[in-house]
């Protein structure tokens, strides 16, 4: 008589990703059956412990490539009563939901969910396809509209190790869009996935495909140029003031600035009409500026060009005005002769009354 035994091992996993497979072996003494059940793990309670009842029976209909699951939900809010994990009929695309994730078209809940290989898959610049392309699409009262799973929900599909190119970097879900093409998707925390199996988490219906990213090309960076000897930059000419009298002094300053890599010595000259009146050596720092400034004074009156190191100016010098010739010393000479004036007349005239 042979011995059986039965092993029932329950597996804990995000996605059910195959059916239940048994495994028989026949030593000649004892047969052995191993039976693998796999079922989803217990969702965290929401809200530190808050439970969800059925409501009153509303439900949706979670269909993948024909193969379709009947999911209750609660009809004041749209938050999915149990866990439900549906899968193609060649088990190469999955959609799993948990209990407790919110689903939601706006304010509405679909009556839909679809998931559809696309008729016409969005092209793949610089990456690999190696999946078929797929549409996940919901509906409320029959019309396709945009929908969000709160937590995302978790998505695996199967491709071909055959297509994935030799210099291969990743491979992953992505979705894309018409904006961006296509973006990676996260992946479950804590799920490997196997080989020719990629999983991610979903937000929104758009479509999904697992594609192959190559490796970037060695990039080889072209030696750094030496540095530099010290470079001198000249601006801001300034001339004030630009309008003077002969005998008054102009200020004539400029900005100087070391754009090279090397500290080094300059020496810039003051030209007025091409003759250098002025010449004065700085010493600056990589990257350090100064403002020079010259003094000139003008004897003769005329329009001066100004120059220094290419930056070109001028400036006008007037002849001062005269000033009057002063007359105020003959006012009190008038006064006194016309009192001495009046004291004879006066004098005349006590003069002939005496007489």
Same mark, same amino acid.
């Given at each position: 008589m042979k011995l059986i035994k039965v092993l029932t091992i329950t597996l804990s996993l995000v996605l059910i990703l195959g059916v239940c497979p048994v495994v028989q072996a026949d030593d000649g003494n004892a047969e052995v059956e191993l039976k693998v059940e796999v079922v989803p793990p217990p969702s965290p309670p929401r809200g530190g412990g808050e439970s969800f009842t059925r409501?009153?029976?509303?439900?949706?209909? &979670?269909?993948?490539?024909?193969?379709?699951?009947? #999911?209750?939900?609660?009809?004041?809010d749209g938050i999915i009563l149990d866990t439900y994990y549906t899968s193609d009929a060649g088990n190469n695309v999955t959609l799993? %939901?948990? &209990?407790?994730? /919110?689903? +939601?078209?706006?304010?509405?809940? $679909?009556? /839909?969910?679809? =998931? /559809?290989? #696309?008729?016409?898959? $969005?092209?793949? %610049?610089?990456?690999? %396809?190696?999946? $078929? =392309?797929y549409n996940l699409t919901a509906y409320f009262n029959g019309v396709p509209e945009p929908v969000t799973f709160e937590p995302p929900a978790g998505l695996a599909i199967n491709f071909d190790m055959g297509k994935v190119p030799e210099n291969t970097a990743s491979v992953y879900v992505a979705y894309y869009d018409e904006e961006h093409g296509w973006t990676r998707l996260d992946a479950p925390g804590g799920l490997i996935a196997e080989a020719g199996? #990629? =999983? +991610?988490?979903?937000?929104? @219906?758009? $479509? @999904? #495909?697992?594609l192959a990213v190559p490796r970037a090309p060695l990039l080889v960076s072209p030696p750094l140029p030496p540095p530099s000897l010290a470079r001198f930059e000249l601006r801001d000419l300034d001339i004030n003031p630009n309008n003077v009298f002969s005998g008054e002094t102009v200020s004539i300053s400029v900005r100087a600035t070391n754009i090279g890599d090397l500290g080094g010595q300059y020496s810039l000259s003051l030209k007025i009409d091409g003759l250098i009146e002025n010449s004065k050596v700085i010493v600056l720092a990589a990257g350090q500026g100064q403002e020079i400034i010259f003094i000139f004074t003008p004897e003769k009156p005329g329009s001066y060009r100004v120059e220094i190191g290419g930056l070109e100016g001028s400036f006008l010098v007037k002849v001062p005005p005269v000033e009057p010739v002063g007359y105020w010393w003959l006012i009190p000479l008038i006064i006194g002769l016309l009192l001495a004036l009046w004291a004879f007349l006066i004098l005349r005239k006590k003069r002939e009354q005496a007489a």
């Amino acid at each position: 008589m042979k011995l059986i035994k039965v092993l029932t091992i329950t597996l804990s996993l995000v996605l059910i990703l195959g059916v239940c497979p048994v495994v028989q072996a026949d030593d000649g003494n004892a047969e052995v059956e191993l039976k693998v059940e796999v079922v989803p793990p217990p969702s965290p309670p929401r809200g530190g412990g808050e439970s969800f009842t059925r409501g009153t029976g509303c439900n949706l209909t &979670i269909d993948v490539v024909d193969e379709t699951t009947l #999911a209750d939900y609660n009809c004041e809010d749209g938050i999915i009563l149990d866990t439900y994990y549906t899968s193609d009929a060649g088990n190469n695309v999955t959609l799993g %939901l948990d &209990i407790g994730t /919110r689903v +939601a078209c706006g304010d509405n809940v $679909p009556e /839909r969910l679809e =998931v /559809r290989l #696309a008729d016409q898959p $969005p092209p793949a %610049l610089g990456v690999t %396809l190696v999946s $078929p =392309v797929y549409n996940l699409t919901a509906y409320f009262n029959g019309v396709p509209e945009p929908v969000t799973f709160e937590p995302p929900a978790g998505l695996a599909i199967n491709f071909d190790m055959g297509k994935v190119p030799e210099n291969t970097a990743s491979v992953y879900v992505a979705y894309y869009d018409e904006e961006h093409g296509w973006t990676r998707l996260d992946a479950p925390g804590g799920l490997i996935a196997e080989a020719g199996m #990629a =999983v +991610a988490l979903v937000g929104h @219906f758009t $479509p @999904f #495909a697992v594609l192959a990213v190559p490796r970037a090309p060695l990039l080889v960076s072209p030696p750094l140029p030496p540095p530099s000897l010290a470079r001198f930059e000249l601006r801001d000419l300034d001339i004030n003031p630009n309008n003077v009298f002969s005998g008054e002094t102009v200020s004539i300053s400029v900005r100087a600035t070391n754009i090279g890599d090397l500290g080094g010595q300059y020496s810039l000259s003051l030209k007025i009409d091409g003759l250098i009146e002025n010449s004065k050596v700085i010493v600056l720092a990589a990257g350090q500026g100064q403002e020079i400034i010259f003094i000139f004074t003008p004897e003769k009156p005329g329009s001066y060009r100004v120059e220094i190191g290419g930056l070109e100016g001028s400036f006008l010098v007037k002849v001062p005005p005269v000033e009057p010739v002063g007359y105020w010393w003959l006012i009190p000479l008038i006064i006194g002769l016309l009192l001495a004036l009046w004291a004879f007349l006066i004098l005349r005239k006590k003069r002939e009354q005496a007489a």
